[in-house]
T-cell receptor
Framework: DAGVTQSPTHLIKTRGQQVTLRCSPKSGHDTVSWYQQALGQGPQFIFQYYEEEERQRGNFPDRFSGHQFPNYSSELNVNALLLGDSALYLC????????????FGPGTRLTVL | AQSVTQLGSHVSVSEGALVLLRCNYSSSVPPYLFWYVQYPNQGLQLLLKYTSAATLVKGINGFEAEFKKSETSFHLTKPSAHMSDAAEYFCAVSDAGGTSYGKLTFGQGTILTVHP
């Protein structure tokens, strides 16, 4: 059983560019959450998708947007990249009713130059 | 709103010694509590979870944690540290139901170093 997968593993962009990160949830999971982990910090909640809709959002600007597809996979888009967007982006999935036990992917390391 | 405080950003122990990583939480509703471990350049792996059943929770790799409502704590322990336990550990909280939909709020993390 494959766990949560993310692509790409690493990405280098320049300020002002746009980026798309991808996530496939663990088999049987229907909810995908995205977190940003800056260097030396704990993960911060960006948003969560369920039934192809954004269900909850953290304190992130509108430059951060997402999408969930019918197969439950998800994308995170970041527009107008800033240096401060450099971080590890983690995708997590869980199944509704599973005590919110979230399984995390390996992350995508984004570097903005 | 929920929050997590992990006391001690760095903890150092000798191999074979007791590991104690401290976590205090704040939540206006009954919480679910989690401990995750992160090895360098990797994602987070769930060690254990509290979901309002037994207050003493056993997890993987010999770790356990005790939920103490009166102290709003959920400290992580392991009787005997192994070199392979060296990693960063995160405590997290979510609402038990309600409208959080499973959003996790994390602490700042504690880096565990194990000396031979």
């Amino acid at each position: 059983d494959a766990g949560v997968t993310q692509s790409p593993t690493h990405l280098i962009k320049t300020r002002g560019q746009q980026v798309t990160l991808r996530c496939s949830p663990k088999s049987g999971h229907d909810t995908v959450s995205w977190y940003q982990q800056a260097l030396g910090q704990g993960p911060q909640f960006i948003f969560q998708y369920y039934e192809e809709e954004e269900r909850q959002r953290g304190n992130f600007p509108d430059r951060f947007s997402g999408h969930q597809f019918p197969n439950y996979s998800s994308e995170l888009n970041v527009n107008a990249l800033l240096l401060g967007d450099s971080a590890l982006y983690l995708c997590a999935s869980h199944r509704v009713g599973s005590y919110n036990e979230q399984f995390f992917g390996p992350g995508t390391r984004l570097t903005v130059l | 709103a929920q929050s997590v405080t992990q006391l001690g950003s760095h903890v150092s122990v000798s191999e074979g010694a007791l590991v104690l990583l401290r976590c205090n939480y704040s939540s206006s509703v009954p919480p679910y509590l989690f401990w995750y471990v992160q090895y360098p350049n990797q994602g987070l792996q769930l060690l254990l979870k509290y979901t309002s059943a037994a207050t003493l929770v056993k997890g993987i790799n010999g770790f356990e944690a005790e939920f103490k409502k009166s102290e709003t704590s959920f400290h992580l322990t392991k009787p005997s540290a192994h070199m392979s336990d060296a990693a960063e550990y995160f405590c997290a909280v979510s609402d038990a139901g309600g409208t959080s939909y499973g959003k996790l709020t994390f602490g700042q993390g504690t880096i565990l170093t194990v000396h031979p």
